[in-house]
Each structure stands twice: as structure tokens, then as C-alpha cells.
């Protein structure tokens, strides 16, 4: 029986020192044992959360691409914004926007180096007349809830992928294949 006892402990020692050493598990410790390294991410998940609202309103106001390789987005996040301002001048139309005030609800952080926010956004647009810059539409206010989600690369956290719900809509579940998809 002490010979049996002995083995599974063995056994037991020998699987937490194999999972230890898998590729960035010392990294999931020290960021779920060490509260600092969460806090000091969080403000990072902000900080890039707030560059990208205030980017993607210049970028709508303007059509200009002046500051793309800073802005914090996955390619494909890029190309769907630019996309839609395309749409918008080939209309002669520009949206602008203005974020008024941002409110996070809620950061999840699934591994060290992914997350997603919640956060609740106020934005004034306006259409313009893209050559007189005239206003053809009146000044409005949009209350939006927008579940950002983002990834850690090259050092900084990067937003792969962004749903926009009208505030107060019951959110669903983060997609699993999201998730995976970030891997």
C-alpha cells in the first residue's frame, strides 16, 4: 500500500514538474500568481482600446491613412475599416465621428496573452459632403457596447477582431472558435 502511495506521488511530482516545463507555462504563473503583471496589462488593454477609438475616428473624419503602421489592429481589422470608408467616399459622403466618453465594463483575460473588453462608447456622427465638407445629415448620438478582442504580439496588445451592439443588448458568449482562432 506505502509502495502504491509512494508511485502516484512520485507520479504526481513528475507531471507538475513535465507541465512546468511546457513552452510558456512559467509565463500563465506568473501572470495569474502576481496580481501587478494583471494590473499592469489591464492598463495596457486599455490604453490600446483607447488609441484605436481615437484613431478609427480620424481616420473616418479624414480618409487619410496617416499613422497606419502605429495603429493597434490585425490586418484584416484594417483592411474592414478602410473597406468601409472606401464605401463611404465612393458615395461622396464621409461619417464623422467623435467618441464622447468610454466606460469599460469588463477585460477577460483568457491566457497572458489574450483578452477581450467590454465598454461602453458614446460616439457623435455626422455625415459631410465629401468635397464642400457641408453637413448633409444632423449631428447624432450613438450609445454603442463594443466587445473588443485582442492579442499580445510583437510586445503590444493588437485588437484582432471588434462586434458592435446597441447598449443594453444582451451579449453573447464569446465564440470558442474566436478564441481558437487567436492561437
Not at 468601409?84 to 467618441?99: A, F, K, P, T
Not at 454603442?144 to 510586445?155: A, E, P, S
Request: glycine share 6%; proline share 3%.
Amino acid at each position: 500500500m506505502k509502495i502504491k502511495l509512494g508511485l502516484v506521488f512520485v507520479g504526481l511530482i513528475i507531471a507538475c514538474l513535465l507541465s512546468f516545463l511546457r513552452p510558456g507555462a512559467y509565463d500563465h504563473y506568473r501572470f495569474y500568481t502576481h496580481g501587478y503583471l494583471k494590473k499592469q496589462e489591464t492598463e495596457a488593454v486599455k490604453g490600446t482600446v483607447k488609441l484605436f477609438s481615437s484613431r478609427i475616428s480620424g481616420f473616418y473624419s479624414t480618409g487619410f491613412v496617416a499613422g497606419i503602421n502605429t495603429f493597434p489592429a490585425e490586418k484584416m481589422v484594417k483592411r474592414r475599416i478602410f473597406q468601409d470608408i472606401r464605401n463611404w467616399e465612393e458615395s461622396n459622403r464621409l461619417l464623422v465621428m467623435d467618441r464622447d466618453k468610454s466606460t469599460f465594463k469588463q477585460i477577460i483575460f483568457y491566457a497572458p496573452d489574450t483578452a477581450s473588453a467590454e465598454v461602453d462608447e458614446n460616439w457623435f456622427v455626422v455625415f459631410q459632403d465629401r468635397l464642400s465638407r457641408q453637413y448633409i445629415s444632423a449631428k447624432k448620438g450613438n450609445i454603442l457596447t463594443v466587445r473588443y478582442y485582442l492579442k499580445k504580439k510583437w510586445g503590444r496588445w493588437i485588437i484582432i477582431e471588434y462586434d458592435v451592439y446597441n447598449q443594453g443588448d444582451k451579449l453573447p458568449p464569446v465564440p470558442v472558435e474566436r478564441v481558437l482562432k487567436w492561437e
